[in-house]
Nanobody
């Protein structure tokens, strides 16, 4: 059974930074793509960033140049470094372990961590 656990959320001022972490247990971490999604109040959940087993990444246009996704297979952990945060980044951020090496379209979700950007 896969367990996906996020951490690192919190309250930050506009322009600040946060780093989210996601630990995934269960089957071999390194063979699955990983992704970060977010859901703001009243909005649909959206993909923020994803990383394949080969290290290829893709980002939502709204976070390009500000957010960086990375993974440490030795620690079974994926990270989301968020810089230059804006109020519109406020959301619950979810980690997802994909079901293949290249896609997170299907997979296992974590419980989410709240990120609030406010002065």
């Amino acid at each position: 059974q896969v367990q996906v656990v996020e951490s690192g959320g919190g309250l930050v001022q506009p322009g600040g930074s946060l780093r989210l972490s996601c630990a995934a247990s269960g089957r071999i971490f390194s063979i699955y793509a990983m992704g970060w999604y977010r859901q703001a109040p009243g909005k649909q959940r959206e993909l923020v960033a994803a990383i394949t087993t080969g290290g290829s990444t893709n980002y939502a246009d709204s976070v390009k140049g500000r957010f960086t996704i990375s993974r440490d297979n030795a620690k079974n952990t994926v990270y989301l470094q968020m810089n230059s945060l804006k109020p519109e980044d406020t959301a619950v951020y979810y980690c997802k372990r994909g079901s293949t090496s290249y896609s997170t379209e299907l997979g296992s979700w974590g419980q989410g961590t709240q990120v609030t950007v406010s002065s």
